[in-house]
């Protein structure tokens, strides 16, 4: 039996002091929504869109004023158990659906990550997530960002050899897709997807791999037209040059 989070299907709610309910009240709201697996409904927790960003990191990583939004990124259903980012969650087809009702059939799953999420059930969700598109063999782009983000959770809990193990998992991911899939993933351009793998490798001390993907994105014909990135990778290479005297890169 697998069994994980709050039993039963509970209604969120907001009792989290005097004025903390109030402050989440005001950036989450609930839907209800279908299982592309078992077919029964369930209440997911978004987040409004009017978020006061106040800083981001070098691979992506957003902090937002009251609430970190990427707690909620990832659905899952209290019934089956099923997991998956909230752009990907409904599309499953017949196959992939099948695959994971046998996986389920011999196992009684008991998750309830519902309602408000504390950090420690956000990285459970992820986890569920990584497991499941691993099982259905997902595009390394999308297992890519699960773990991505289940980094920058083990990194907002100061949990550096986590985050390091898992955003090592990101960077190969990424690396594949930038080898097997069509460019653009998502909203990642080819540029950009360099540049992610750079910071990944220096994040988890691979400089010297780091800065070839650097010269890669300066001296790309592309860097022309995505000024930000290639700034982004000089910055990043300047940053890397100051701590630890990596060699050059021109462009």
């Known amino acids: 039996m697998i069994s994980m989070g709050n039993k039963g299907f509970d209604k969120p709610n907001f009792r989290y002091g005097a004025d903390g309910g109030e402050r989440l009240a005001d950036v989450l709201?609930?839907?209800?929504?279908?299982?592309?697996?078992?077919?029964e409904k369930f209440e997911v927790t978004c987040?409004?869109?009017?978020?006061?960003?106040?800083?981001?990191?070098?691979?992506?990583?957003?902090?937002?004023?009251d609430i970190n939004p990427y707690y909620y990124t990832v659905w899952a259903c209290p019934h089956?158990?099923?997991?998956?980012?909230?752009?990907d969650f409904a599309e499953v087809t017949a196959s992939v659906a099948t695959k994971i009702q046998k996986f389920l059939a011999s196992r009684d799953v008991k998750v309830n990550l519902c309602g408000?999420?504390?950090?420690?059930?956000?990285?459970?969700?992820?986890?569920?997530?990584?497991?499941?598109?691993?099982l259905v063999a997902?595009?390394?782009?999308?297992?890519?960002?699960?773990h991505l983000r289940l980094g920058w959770l083990y990194r907002e809990g100061q949990q550096d050899d986590k985050e390091k193990i898992v955003l090592s998992k990101a960077c190969e991911c990424y690396d594949q897709a930038l080898a097997r899939e069509r460019m653009p993933i998502g909203n990642l351009s080819e540029l950009t997807v360099m540049y992610?793998?750079?910071d990944l490798l220096r994040r988890t001390g691979e400089n010297e791999k780091s800065?070839?993907?650097?010269?890669?994105v300066v001296g790309s014909p592309l860097a022309k037209s995505e000024k930000r990135i290639a700034d982004l990778a000089r910055d990043l290479?300047?940053?890397?040059r100051a701590t630890d005297a990596s060699p050059s890169v021109s462009g």
């Open 29 to 39: 709201y609930f839907v209800e929504k279908e299982c592309a697996v078992c077919g």
């Open 47 to 65: 987040v409004r869109s009017r978020l006061v960003l106040i800083k981001q990191d070098t691979d992506f990583c957003a902090y937002y004023k």
């Open 80 to 87: 089956c158990g099923y997991a998956a980012r909230d752009t």
């Open 116 to 134: 408000i999420r504390t950090r420690e059930q956000a990285i459970i969700a992820y986890k569920l997530a990584i497991f499941y598109a691993e």
């Open 138 to 146: 997902a595009k390394s782009s999308k297992r890519a960002g699960l």
């Open 196 to 198: 992610l793998i750079a």
């Open 211 to 216: 800065i070839l993907y650097l010269s890669q």
């Open 237 to 240: 290479w300047q940053e890397m």
